[in-house]
């Protein structure tokens, strides 16, 4: 078994919007390089480089055969850093939902003006 | 033996609330109001929180799910800027061991008439303790969670 990826990597990783449209790409297969590359504007070189942030995160595995390199998702890394990230947000969320129905019920009541 | 470990993550949640910044504010400067809203789920068990708003000031609020494990929760105020923003560090207990050191930086600022607060939280997270809730929010589409985390985080 792999050891999961440190999540500092997997944010840095994910902090970058090419990265993040290669990883929604593989997450819906495989794909080879030049396929990854296909939709972005950039050279080949530098898909590769975004590649290997990937990989060295965990998010991405690559295996070559023959001439054609083939990369798939890695979702346990994903599921660390997702796992993460929702329990600190939810509990947060949960307590601002709170403070919403607090402000709410002890709203001020406006104030009548006395008819004269 | 404990596996020693540390992670780091930062997050912001943003909320729009149809009240002025200084009744926002208040509701964080008031121990009882603030008893009210922040602290655990509505079924943990709580202790009371005790809150003294100054700089320097501490806050603690302890609680769990019934027969569980005790959260503690101690916070210590670093910057406060009546109706504008509170910066404080605090610590989290899961019974006896410490699972989480944070930074909390909340701001209240105008939004029309009412108040957009914004709130980044900066942590590491020892030894890979879990803080438990929100686990059940894990089945939700992995992609499309973690896409919208990381929009809030941006």
Not at chain 2, 120 to 142: K, P
């Amino acid at each position: 078994m792999q050891p999961v990826a440190p999540l500092d990597l997997t944010f840095q990783a994910l902090a970058d919007p090419t990265r993040r449209t290669m990883v929604e790409r593989l997450s819906r297969g495989p794909a080879s390089v030049s396929e990854l590359a296909e939709p972005l504007a950039m050279t080949l070189s530098a898909v590769v480089q975004h590649l290997a942030v990937l990989e060295a995160s965990g998010l991405v595995r690559s295996q070559k055969a023959g001439r054609v390199r083939t990369c798939r998702i890695e979702p346990k890394a994903l599921q660390a850093a997702e796992r993460w990230i929702s329990e600190r947000r939810a509990s947060w969320e949960h307590r601002l939902d709170r403070l919403g129905a607090f402000l709410a019920e002890t709203e001020p009541k406006p104030r009548r003006r006395r008819k004269t | 033996m404990t596996q020693r470990s540390t992670k780091h993550a930062t997050f912001t949640i943003e909320r729009i609330f149809p009240v002025s910044p200084a009744r926002v504010f208040a509701a964080y400067a008031d121990a009882k109001a603030k008893a009210r809203w922040f602290g655990g789920p509505d079924e943990w068990e709580k202790s009371n929180l005790t809150l003294d708003f100054r700089v320097g000031g501490r806050e603690s609020v302890s609680g769990g799910p019934s027969g569980g494990p005790v959260h503690h929760y101690n916070a210590l105020y670093q910057d406060i800027v009546p109706n504008e923003r509170i910066v404080l560090t605090y610590e989290m207990h899961l019974d006896k061991t410490r699972i989480s050191v944070s930074l909390g930086t909340t701001e209240f600022k105008p939004a029309g008439e009412g108040t957009k607060l914004v709130y980044t939280e900066q942590s590491v997270f020892l030894d890979g303790h879990d803080d438990a809730g929100g686990r059940e929010q894990g089945t939700r589409g992995l992609l499309d969670n973690l896409e919208a985390a990381l929009r809030r985080v941006a």
